[in-house]
């Protein structure tokens, strides 16, 4: 390579006539023959060896039915609540309505007069027993004796209807309640009452009325019927009580009577006593009064008591007291 180089130099310098500038070019040249060509090269990726893996086939498996686990249920226990007492509501239907009797909400209510509750009382509801005492609410009450219905105008042109219940059964009857059911031109009218006595005494006879409002329609047809009432095997404890020194002083008109005297207490007794007082015309009902008294009031194990029977319309001729405790 050296000789060469050398040959065409002097020829270069000895020929051309620009000898530098061809000997430039001839080296170029000669060093561009001998380089060795770069020929790039691609790599092609080698595919990976796949292994395969097994999925399971979609298909209809039938469900296993496992056996349920037993489990405790815990159910709400009832438990009382208060109710207040509408107005005109009887209690008898309170608890014909919550499926409990009369002697429940009286064990729950001992300091409540079911009769005659206060204002707006409020009453222990209790939760229905499973076997319940004797229901007071039964549609098929004791059977009492109906007579002598009539009712009276009042003075600010309502009406009074008074009616008699008798007691002919060897037992005494508790809680007796029901309703006057009136019939005139602009329809028909319904009053609940409730007997002034708790307890009606076998053989014995009550007054019981309801007040109408105004108009009072004529003319008029008028009923009563009676919805509950519990037979009492023995007696209530009435004869504990017992009245002495009565006095009955009736008025010239036989339109007021005056009653009065003392309660004898033997033994022990609650707070409150009820003194009822009816007025009669023959064996029509004229007038009807209810009394309470604590028996605090004893002096000398005596109570007096004073009150007054105003007559619906007929003349009051005789008058019948009881006296009982609450």
């Known amino acids: 390579m050296k000789y060469i180089i050398r040959f065409w130099y002097n020829f270069l310098m000895r020929s051309s006539r620009y000898p530098i500038t061809s000997f430039i070019a001839f080296v170029t040249l000669a060093l561009a023959g001998c380089s060795t060509a ?32 037993q489990q405790i249920i815990f159910t709400p226990t009832p ?18 309505r919550y499926g409990v009797s009369l002697a429940q909400i009286q064990a729950a209510n001992p300091d409540v007069n079911l009769n005659y509750p206060g204002k707006n009382q409020q009453l222990v509801i209790p939760p229905p027993e499973k076997t319940p005492a004797p229901d007071l609410s039964s549609p098929t009450p004791a059977v009492l004796t109906i007579q002598n219905v009539s009712c009276y105008p009042a003075a600010d042109g309502a009406g009074l209807c008074l009616g008699l219940l008798q007691n002919n059964q060897p037992n005494a009857v508790m809680y007796v309640t029901g309703e006057f059911i009136l019939e005139g ?10 007997s002034l006595l708790d307890t009606l005494p076998s053989g014995s006879q009550i007054p019981v009325y309801a007040l109408f409002d105004v108009p009072f329609p004529f003319p008029y047809r ?7 009432g519990f037979s ?21 008109d036989g339109l007021t009577a005056k009653v009065e005297g003392k309660i004898k207490l033997n033994g022990n007794l609650p707070d409150k006593l009820a003194i009822v007082a009816a007025g009669y015309s023959g064996f029509i009902p004229a007038g009807v009064r209810r009394l309470e008294i604590s028996a605090h009031a004893a002096q000398d194990g005596l109570i007096p008591f004073k009150l007054w029977i105003y007559s619906a319309g007929p003349f009051i001729d005789r008058v019948e007291v009881f006296v009982e405790f609450y």
């Open 79 to 96: 438990t009382p609540f208060l109710y207040t007492l509408q107005k005109d509501e009887l209690v008898s239907a309170v608890a014909l």
């Open 222 to 228: 008028v009923n009563l019927v009676i919805h509950t």
């Open 38 to 69: 770069i020929i790039p090269t691609i790599q092609t990726p080698i595919a990976a060896a796949l292994t395969p893996y097994f999925t399971p086939t979609a298909s209809l498996t039938p469900m296993i039915a496992l056996e349920p686990s």
């Open 185 to 194: 031109k602009g329809g028909t009218q319904q009053k609940p009452f409730t």
């Open 232 to 252: 009492q095997s023995v007696d209530a404890p009435a004869s504990k009580l017992e009245i002495v020194e009565q006095q009955v002083d009736i008025t010239s």
